[in-house]
Every structure is written in C-alpha cells, then in structure tokens.
C-alpha cells in the first residue's frame, strides 16, 4: 500500500499517525488491538526509518552526481547504543512522534527503553568511532564507517556476590529495524593457500573462501542534512550446506563450513587495551578488511574507471592498528587484479590511507607471529616484506643505526619473529593522527620515535571530540532548556557559542537553574539506582562518578584507597562536618584480566561495608553499577558533580568521558593526561582540580628506583586504608582475597597509586571545602559548560577533513 503522506523533517504528528497505523498493520502485522509493547516500538523505528530512507537516497544520489570525494572509516569496532531517539532528534520529529503516539496511549521513553544497545565496542575506540560517524553526517560529508556485524556484541556484566559474571549479549534476538542487508554487496575473502608465479603476475589461490555480505544502517546528521552508511559485514559459507555429506549421514560434517563463517562475526572481542594474539582475531581483521577495501575499489572503478584516481576520491581512515591490514589488501588489488606497478601501487596507497594511534601501551600494540601470518595471508605477507625492504632501505639512505633500522622494521626479529600492525599501518598512511595533544608529542619521543625521524612529516594531532547531540542533548534535554533560555538556541548548531555562557558565569539566578536542573537529574539516577541495586542515595549528595573499562593504569584502585581512606576519617571524626558523598562506580573487566576482576569484587566488597555501616550514617555510599554502557551513561553523565579522571600521566591516550561531564557541567578531579591537560586549558585551572605526576615526572620515577613501599609508610592514611583491604577488613570471607593486589603496590606499584595518593586525596578533600560553597561551585560548573563547546566531534571530523581526508 503506497502512502498519501510522505514523511519528511517537519512532518507533523497527524501525519505519522496515519504512517504508524499503517506500518503497524502491513509490515509489522499486527492490528492496534493486538499490538504489544515491543510490535509499538518496532512500527515507530520502521516508520522514523521511512522518512529518513528519502534523506538517505537523496544523500547517495548527491555524492554519486557531484563524484566527490569519500571517506572511508574502518573499525573493528562501533559501540552506537541506542538509535531510535538519537535518529528523532536529528530528524527533528521527537515532539511529532511523542503527539503520535500518546494519541494510542503510548509514552515514547517507555518504547525507546526497549531497544537493545547496539553495542559493537568495548569502550572508547568503538564510542569515538560512533561519534565520528554522527558528526560526519551532521557536517554533510559523504562518508562510510565499515566494520562488522557480530551477532554477539559486547558482553553483558552480571555481578554475583561481587564478581563480574559474563553472559552472552543477543543485541538481534528480536531482530533489528535499522538494517538492511545487502546480498548484491558480497564479497569472497580468501585464507590460506598458496602463491603461484605466472611470469609477469603472481596470483594467489586460497584454501578456503568464505562470502562476506554487507548489512546497511543509515547514519542520520543533525537537523537531517545528511544520511550516511554504517556497512557492517556478515559472513557465509559459499556452500553452506555441503549436500553430498549430508546425504551420506555426515549431517555436522554437511555443516562445518557454515560453522566457521558463523564464528567470524560470532562475537566481538572483549579486550581493551590488551590484544590477543589469537588466530580468530586475525581472521576477524582480515574479513572485514577485505570486504571493505574490495567495496571501496570496487565502488571507484565503477564510477571513475582508472584505479590510479582512487587518492582523489576516496579516503580511507584506519580506527588503529586492528584493520592495518588494509594496506597489504590494497596494495594486492593495485598490482595483483589491476596490473599496476608496484612503485605506483605504493603512492596510491599511501596517499589514501590515514592512521590513528589510540594507545601507547606496549601490550596493546599489535603484533602477530610472523609463521601464523604468512600461513593465514601468504600473499600479503610477501607484500609486507617488498614494503619492508623499501623502507629499511630509505632508512639506510639515512643514514640509521642498525638499531634504528630494527625500530623501524615491519618485522619484529627480537625472539619469535612477529608482524608489527603500527609499523605497517605508519609506513603505509601519508598521515599518522594521536587523539590528544600529549598522547602525539608521546608518539613522537616514545613508540614512533625511529618512524618519525624516518618521516617527519607526518605524525598530527586530532585531539577527540564527542557528539553534542547525544552527549548533550539528547541525555540533558533539561540542561538545554536551561542554556537556550540563557543564551538562545545557537549553540544547538555550534558548540564554541556555549562560550556566551562565560558572561553569565556569576549570574545567581542562572547557577540556580542550573543546579535545580541537576539535582533532578541525580534524583532521575537515585530512582533507576534504587531499583536496579536496592541502595537508596541522597540527591543532595555530591555525586562522584568513575564510569570506564576497569584497566589499571585507568587507577579505579586509587579511587577505592581514597574510599576506604575516606571512611575511616568519617568514623574518627564524626564531629566534623563531612560533605556527604555518593561514590559511584561503574564498568567491565576484559575476562581474562584477573586484577580488573579483583578491582571489581573490591569495590562491591567495599561497598557492601561501608552501605551498611551505621557509623557514617548517610555521609557515604559506594554504588558499583552493573553492566555499564552507552545507555547508562547517559544516565548517569548528567547526574554527576564529579568525574574522575585519573589515570596514571601518560597512559590515558585522550579520554573522551572526561568531555562529556564536563559538557554536562560536572567538576573534573584529574591528573595531566589525555585530553584532560586541553580541558584545563580551557575551563581554566580554578575550574578544575588537578593532581599528581605529570607524564614526565611517571617517566622519571619509574627510572629512579621508585620506592612505593617508603612512600605508603610515610603516609598514615594510605596506609591505614590498604592495610585495611589487605588484612581483610571488606572479605571477611576470604580474609586473604586482596593479598597479592596490596602486595604488588608495595613491590611495584607500576601504575603509582602510592606515588599519587596523597595529592589524590589533598585534591579530594578541597574538592569538599569547594562544595560547601554552592554560588562559587555553580559558577565553576557554568565556566566547565561554556569553555568544551570545542570539544564537539564536529570539530575533530573538521580538522580530520582539512588536515587528512582533503575533503
Ligand atoms: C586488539 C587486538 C586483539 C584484541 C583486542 C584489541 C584491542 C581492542 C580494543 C586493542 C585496543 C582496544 C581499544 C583501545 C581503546 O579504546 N583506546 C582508547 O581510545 C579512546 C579513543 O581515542 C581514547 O580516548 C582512550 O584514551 C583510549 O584508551
């Protein structure tokens, strides 16, 4: 049945009734009588989507017509969360579609609540690289992000008696009105094999092959300029039930290759920061980075002919070093199926791919063994040795040490012989970004030091960016409400107008607003805590929040010290005054990183205590929320009057929830890392409180016999606190469980917790003497909101176009 009334932006509630009732009935199937919850949600997302399927056309028809420039974002990860509010709002049809469907009786925050997280990501890699592609299509830039649709996305945290449980996250179960599966958009990626020389050309012939099928989900801008691709790919046996096994009785046998297409886009990696060296993982890589750069040649000889244009219409971005692999897919095309030569293939390569670095640790640099690689990509692996040879070669005409020469290498020949991603992936880009001003000049002097002396030009910055639209807007609407009546609604399209807010920084009235607004965000949070943990909080509490990955050098362990640290002065001077306080903590552990999980049973073990203790009345409560993620946050972000950044200096590459807090007017307590160091520069260091090593002094330290062991017994109330943990004050159970945790502070204390723990604390406790003062807390918190307006991804996606895309 065709429709009277197409939708559009600026459609109105009379119309999407009809459209909804319609979708309802012939693609949902269900009449109004019959609908439940879920069926509501599904004709409200399938008609939203219908309107912005027309953007959409518009959008591919525009960039096919002007034959501009594309840009290509490969990821091996896309934590998105939920779409359907995000995609109303840009499409400016929340109000319409609430009108609508309380004309059914229906309340739209409760079918939004339905939707699963989309969540393809582990943390802030797959977080950026949401927020890149919603900005991409808010500055009307044609764009595609490609990664992979695992059916099993990131998993799910229950806590049991404390610990991290993981369960299996089934984010398709009901299936997914956003996509669109594409069978034309298939792809054969092969593995395995052998290279055989036919004279002027080689050709490689896999062992196996397996069909890589895209599935589309449209991206759609604010205000509904634009709507861009989100490709993710699927995998299928080419021959996915092998009849003549069957037949003969062999019914698993008739089914393994299905099995094993099944198992590549089974489950995402639950790893951050700490690569596995597992052979799935690189087939993960290779699939989906074959699949996309095969869509991207492909596209361009269909549209441009020559092969040798491709750096004039497309630019291809790699979300580190996990689809580096592109540039040894790229380069067989180029010579292999198009004929060119290598030297040419190389210049085209490079001048279309784009790298960015997102960590320095030396775990999570990848590498694989060298034997696994050339089994897996023989072809490729001869590839990345004729790159190799050019480049040590340039490095010899440089006049570089042996030593130098061996940094450089593609190949790693220290032991075990192993492939180096970065290397490949700096060697094979014309332009190496780090995501915040501290984390590049590191790159510089530490991991690309003999890279970028080789080639000097081309390491840059982009410090990250977050999209104001969810961070802002969509999870703060009573914020925004505030704002626009303060400065008018043109910080809704810029968020360096947020500034305007600086004049009214002192303003009594305006602070007041604010702060109403936020207590009855944290009453919102309270309400949700209570049901999903039981605990009862004080709104008028100060709300300090720690929601992250658990990762050590991220110091959640810093946090729970100063916690119990905090709790034995309360109980010792209950005569004075405390600032009461709700600690709230928040994120998962890798499953095979035994200390994170530990960090986990702590802080619920400390929780349990210190709730429970009548002795510190309602002055403290400790909260650690189970299964954090994107919909969480956005809770819990505009809830927060204090975000805990305070990873060791150095290790942070750039943080980007520090951003968000601030935006949504929390205090930052942090150290000089990241993106934290530009925060301050611009909210202004009254504004902010800042603590402990700086990254060079980390560095120094670590090199001078740092002694944690004196440092904890010089301070008595760090070590009161973790002779508390160790000795089993919070595990009565298992009074040895923090043992060996507790130990290694003594004996190495890698990431400093002793070495900054009593600037923690000092900080924490002006932290306190500031809150007693309201007037002089609100201004800080109007001077956080007006001066990150820069940090909007639209200004990161803006200088990613000028400075590395060209578009
Ligand atoms: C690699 C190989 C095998 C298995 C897993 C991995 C892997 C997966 C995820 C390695 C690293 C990651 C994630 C890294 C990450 O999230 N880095 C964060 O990137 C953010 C966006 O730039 C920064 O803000 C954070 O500072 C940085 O930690």
């Known amino acids: 049945m065709s429709l009277d009334v197409p939708l559009s932006p600026g459609s109105k509630a009379a119309d999407i009734d009809v459209h909804i009732i319609d979708v309802l009935r012939h693609r949902v199937g269900k009449d109004e009588r ?48 939920r779409l359907l509010r995000d995609a109303l709002s840009n499409m400016g049809l929340t109000r319409e579609m609430e009108l609508a469907l309380r004309e059914h009786g229906l309340d739209l925050s409760a079918l939004e609540d339905l939707e699963p997280d989309a969540a393809l990501g582990n943390g802030g890699l797959g977080r950026l690289a949401a927020c890149f592609m919603e ?68 050709e490689w012939i896999p062992a196996e092959q397996i069909e890589a099928i895209a599935y589309d989900t449209p991206v759609v801008g604010w205000r ?43 489950v995402l990696y639950p790893a951050d920061n700490t690569p596995s060296g597992l052979e799935l993982r690189l087939r993960q890589e290779f699939f989906f980075t074959s699949a996309s750069i095969q869509d991207i040649v492909r596209r361009h000889v269909q549209y441009h002919t020559d092969v040798r244009t491709l750096p004039d219409k497309a630019a291809i971005q790699l979300n580190d070093t996990h689809p580096s692999v592109a540039v040894a897919e790229l380069m067989r095309l180029l010579v292999d199926i198009h004929g060119l030569e290598f030297n040419e ?16 640790l030396p775990e999570a640099l990848e590498s694989w063994q060298l034997p696994l690689f050339e089994r897996l990509l023989p072809r490729h692996m001869q590839i990345i040795y004729a790159i190799n040879s050019r480049v040590l070669r340039e490095a010899r005409r440089a006049e570089m040490t042996d030593e130098q020469i061996s940094a450089i290498s593609l190949v790693d020949e220290h032991g075990e012989r192993r492939v180096r991603m970065a290397n490949l992936a700096f060697v094979g880009a014309h332009s190496i970004n780090g995501v915040a001003a501290l984390h590049t000049e590191l790159m510089k002097t530490t991991v690309f030091a003999d890279l970028h002396a080789l080639y000097p030009t081309r390491i840059n910055n982009k410090t990250n960016g977050v999209t104001p639209r969810r961070w802002l807007l ?52 309270a309400t949700h805590l209570k049901t999903l943990t039981g605990i009862r909080l004080d709104p008028d509490a100060l709300f300090d929040v720690q929601i992250k990955r658990i990762h050590e050098y991220k110091r959640q362990l810093l946090n729970l010290i100063e916690t119990v640290a905090l709790y034995d002065q309360i109980r010792s001077h209950p005569e004075r005054d405390w600032v009461p306080r709700v600690k709230i903590f928040g994120g998962k552990a890798a499953p095979s990183y035994h200390n994170a999980k530990l960090i986990i049973k702590l802080a619920n073990d400390i929780a ?72 301050k520069d611009r909210v202004g260091d009254a504004n902010i409180a800042i603590f402990g090593l700086t990254a060079d002094e980390v560095a120094f330290t670590r090199a001078n016999n740092y002694n944690p062991r004196a440092i904890i017994e010089s301070s008595p ?56 003062n309201p007037a002089a807390w609100r201004a800080s918190c109007i001077r956080n909101i007006a001066n990150v307006g820069w940090f909007s991804s639209d200004r990161t996606i803006r200088e990613y176009a000028k400075d590395i895309w060209n578009v």
């Open 717 to 772: 109330e760090l070590f009161q606190a973790i002779t508390a943990i160790q000795s089993g004050v919070f595990s009565p159970d298992d009074p040895d469980r923090y043992k060996d945790l507790m130990d290694g502070l003594y004996d190495s204390d890698w990431f400093l917790v002793a070495a900054d723990f009593d600037g923690y604390h000092t900080a924490q406790r002006a932290i306190d003497t500031r809150w007693e």
């Open 474 to 525: 969509k999870c703060n609407p009573g914020l925004v409400s505030v704002i626009k009546d303060a400065i008018g609604d043109g910080f809704l399209d810029d968020t360096a107008k947020l500034a305007d807010l600086n004049a009214l920084a002192d303003d009594a009235a305006l602070g007041e607003r604010i702060a109403e607004v936020k207590r009855s965000n944290k009453v919102a949070l």
């Open 608 to 679: 349990r205590r210190i709730n429970s203790d009548p002795s510190v009345g309602g002055l403290l409560k400790v909260v650690f929320v189970a299964n954090y993620n994107v919909s969480l946050a956005e809770r819990i972000i505009p809830a927060a009057d204090l975000s805990e950044q305070i990873s060791t200096a150095g290790m942070e590459a750039s943080g980007t929830g520090n951003m968000k807090f601030a935006l949504n007017g929390a205090l930052t307590i942090g150290t000089l890392d990241g993106a934290n160091i530009e925060i």
């Open 345 to 360: 293939a190389w210049e085209v390569t490079k001048a279309t791919i784009g790298y960015t670095n997102h960590t320095l």
């Open 135 to 202: 900005s991409l299509a808010s500055l009307d830039i044609p764009a595609y992000g490609y990664g992979i649709r695992y059916k099993n996305g990131m998993f799910r945290q229950r806590i049991d008696d404390g610990w991290q449980v993981e369960l299996p996250e089934t984010w398709l179960s009901h299936g997914n009105p956003w996509e669109f599966p594409r069978r034309e958009s298939a792809y054969r990626i092969g593995f395995g094999g052998e290279v055989v020389d036919r004279g002027d050309a080689v």
């Open 34 to 81: 019959a609908a439940k919850p879920h069926d509501w949600y599904t004709a409200t997302v399938l008609t939203l989507r219908d309107a912005i399927i027309d953007v959409w056309m518009e959008s591919t028809r525009d960039t096919y017509d002007s034959a501009g420039k594309r840009v290509y974002y490969l990821s091996l990860e896309f934590l998105i969360g």
């Open 224 to 266: 509904g300029k634009r709507v861009n691709t989100l490709r993710l790919w699927t995998a299928r046996a080419l021959d996915p039930i092998k009849l003549d096994k069957f037949n003969a009785g062999d019914h698993v046998g008739a089914l393994v290759d299905e099995a094993e297409a099944d198992a590549l886009v089974r």
